[in-house]
Each structure stands twice: as C-alpha cells, then as structure tokens.
C-alpha cells in the first residue's frame, strides 16, 4: 500500500454518502508520486476515453495528493476524484483488484480530511478491501491484508462499527508473512502487538521497519516510515510524526 494512512483513526459520527460524492473541479497544480515518480493528477477523460489503466493511474495519483498536500480543500477533492476514477475502473472490471483497492484507499483518505463521511467510509472499505483481497490478497504488498487489518484495528466493536483488534493482528500477521521484507507492514503490526499487550514484540517489529531496506518502488516513502518506527520506539502514539502532512 503506498497510502501509510498514519492519522487514519475514523471518528465515527458522520452521515454523508459516499455513493453521493461526485468529481470536482479540476485540481489545477496538485501534483502527488506514482511509483516513484512525480506526476500531475489527471483529469478524468471523457467516457468514451476511459480505459482500465489510465482510471487505475488517476486513482493512484489522486490518493498521493490525498495524503500528501497541506490544504485540506486540495487533498478532500483529490480524494474524491480518487474516488470516482476507481469507482469506474471496478465497474469496468470488477474482477480486477486494483479498482477495488484504490477505491478504499481513497474513500478512506475521504473520511481522514473530512470525518463526517466516518460512518459510510468504513461500510465502503471493509467490503471494497475484502474482494481486493479475494483476488489478490499479495497485491501492493498484502494492501488489501494490511490496510483492512488497519481499519479493523483502529475503528470501535459492533454494533458501532467494524473493529476487531484480534482480527486486524491475524490479517496484519499475513501480511508479513506474506512480504517478510517489506518494512511498512512491521509498522502496523507493531502497532495489533502494542494493543494485544505483547510489547516487547511489537517493538521487534518496529526495529524490523527500521532495519528493512525500502523496496525500489517505495524510496519517496522510506524515510517516513522510518520516522514513525522511530516515533512509535520512543513510545509515541500511531500518526504523530508519521505524516508528512
């Protein structure tokens, strides 16, 4: 998952649509990564110029901009071209991961910027999270495992929302069995191990994100994993010195 989603702790109390979002105005300037590189956030194409690729491409720069630019106003209507680009791209083939992946992850950047969308967000990622994962569940990394192994970690139990702390630790586990090597996913089961009251572990893996090398495709995010496994060694709390916002 290239969205770390460090400040994404939903505050459950909202009652806007997610199905109600539609594209805004043009993000003139914004510019985000993609894979390693920069790039301008592109306009949604006319509907007979739509294809998988370019729709998958937007949603991903989108969500770079969502996460990263200082304006709220920016990062809200980044999110929400996101996530339209990404809603076209899983109707256009819903047997594709990447469509139902970067929906979440845009929905969710949504309700990080503007909490009063909290409540759908969560019903729109938990189902959009675990098809991704029924198709491709080492996709991005184990994205699917590690970012709904988040929001299960971070949202409250039934009957108020989804949370199972429990749950999220197994699907994070996975994770890192699944890519040892990859060091943002040490950080987040640090994280399920903290809460489990197994402190000693999680800080091992927080050391592990420490000491992992970056993969090629993840250099612009390394050092910010870096200073949150730092942070979170000296018994700071998940977000704080995480983000580059």
């Not at 699917?144 to 108020?160: D, H, K, M, Q, S």
């Not at 090629?216 to 910010?224: C, I």
Request: aromatic share 6%; proline share 7%; with cysteine.
């Amino acid at each position: 998952m290239r969205i770390a989603l460090c400040l994404f702790t939903l505050a459950l109390c909202g009652c806007k649509s997610i199905s109600s979002v539609r594209a805004p105005e043009a993000l003139a300037g914004n510019r985000g990564y993609l894979y390693g590189k920069s790039t301008v956030v592109p306009t949604p194409a006319p509907p007979a110029a739509k294809d998988f690729g370019s729709l998958i491409q937007a949603a991903q720069a989108a969500a770079s901009v969502a996460e990263q630019d200082s304006q709220p106003d920016k990062r809200r209507e980044a999110a929400k071209r996101g996530i339209i680009a990404a809603r076209d791209a899983r109707a256009m083939q819903p047997d594709r991961v990447e469509g139902h992946y970067w929906y979440a992850i845009n929905v969710g950047l949504l309700a990080d910027v503007d909490r009063s969308y909290g409540l759908a967000a969560v019903a729109e990622m938990e189902p959009a999270l675990k098809r991704a994962g029924e198709i491709d569940e080492r996709y991005d990394y184990a994205g699917p495992l590690r970012v709904l192994g988040i929001l299960l970690l971070r949202t409250p139990a039934p009957p108020v929302s989804i949370g199972s702390p429990r749950r999220g630790l197994r699907l994070l586990q996975r994770a890192v069995e699944l890519f040892p090597d990859y060091p943002e996913n040490y950080l987040y089961l640090g994280e399920a191990l903290r809460e489990a009251g197994r402190a000693d572990e999680a800080k091992t893996a927080w050391q592990k994100a420490l000491a992992l090398p970056a993969p090629a495709d993840r250099k612009l995010e390394a050092k910010r994993w870096q200073q949150q496994a730092t942070h979170l060694l000296a018994g700071g709390r998940d977000g704080a010195g995480g983000s580059s916002r």
